[in-house]
T-cell receptor, first 115, second 116 residues
Framework: KAGVTQTPRYLIKTRGQQVTLSCSPISGHRSVSWYQQTPGQGLQFLFEYFSETQRNKGNFPGRFSGRQFSNSRSEMNVSTLELGDSALYLC??????????????FGPGTRLTVL | AQTVTQSQPEMSVQEAETVTLSCTYDTSESDYYLFWYKQPPSRQMILVIRQEAYKQQNATENRFSVNFQKAAKSFSLKISDSQLGDAAMYFCAYRKGFGTASKLTFGTGTRLQVTL
């Protein structure tokens, strides 16, 4: 079974632009979560989508948004990019069922550089 | 709010030896899960082991085992017979029990070096 895939793997943008990152979960997984990883702040939760609905949101400004499609694929969007948005963005999927079946499996990440 | 603390920024172990990575957490919940993830230089986050809080038995996965002390809120990872491929950042993570959102709270990580 294929793992979580993220596209693109690398991205360079300039301040003020917007960006869209994509995540395809493991087949059958219904939940997709997004995390931002930076050297200064570590791993921080952005949001989680389940059945096309945002189920939980981290403490990030409204410039960060996301959505989930009926096939569970998810996208996250960052508008009006700032230098501080440079980070590794990780996507994780899970079955969202009880116990071990709610374990999150991560994709390889998208490295975003804002110049 | 739940917090996860990894007090060892870096650890080093010789090949074939055993090393223990520490993790403590703070929560008022009784139902939760704990995880260790490994992030090698490729940056792919890989699940190493998980532990359900309601299970008293410590989880084991091949050379990896945990020492889960619920009362002390401690969750350490032991790597036996260390291999060069074990070199990576190791993150301890916490999640509330099922039925709530699946948000993971991570520690700051421990960088493990494996030497010959």
């Amino acid at each position: 079974k294929a793992g979580v895939t993220q596209t693109p793997r690398y991205l360079i943008k300039t301040r003020g632009q917007q960006v869209t990152l994509s995540c395809s979960p493991i087949s059958g997984h219904r939940s997709v979560s997004w995390y931002q990883q930076t050297p200064g702040q570590g791993l921080q939760f952005l949001f989680e989508y389940f059945s096309e609905t945002q189920r939980n949101k981290g403490n990030f400004p409204g410039r960060f948004s996301g959505r989930q499609f009926s096939n569970s694929r998810s996208e996250m969007n960052v508008s009006t990019l700032e230098l501080g948005d440079s980070a590794l963005y990780l996507c994780a999927s899970s079955l969202a069922l009880a116990g071990d079946l709610d374990t999150q499996y991560f994709g390889p990440g998208t490295r975003l550089t804002v110049l | 709010a739940q917090t996860v603390t990894q007090s060892q920024p870096e650890m080093s172990v010789q090949e074939a030896e055993t090393v223990t990575l520490s993790c403590t957490y703070d929560t008022s919940e009784s139902d939760y899960y704990l995880f260790w993830y490994k992030q090698p230089p490729s940056r792919q986050m890989i699940l190493v082991i998980r532990q359900e809080a309601y299970k008293q038995q410590n989880a084991t996965e091949n050379r990896f085992s945990v020492n889960f002390q619920k009362a002390a809120k401690s969750f350490s990872l032991k790597i036996s017979d260390s291999q060069l491929g074990d070199a990576a950042m190791y993150f301890c993570a916490y999640r509330k029990g099922f039925g709530t959102a699946s948000k993971l709270t991570f520690g700051t990580g421990t960088r493990l070096q494996v030497t010959l």
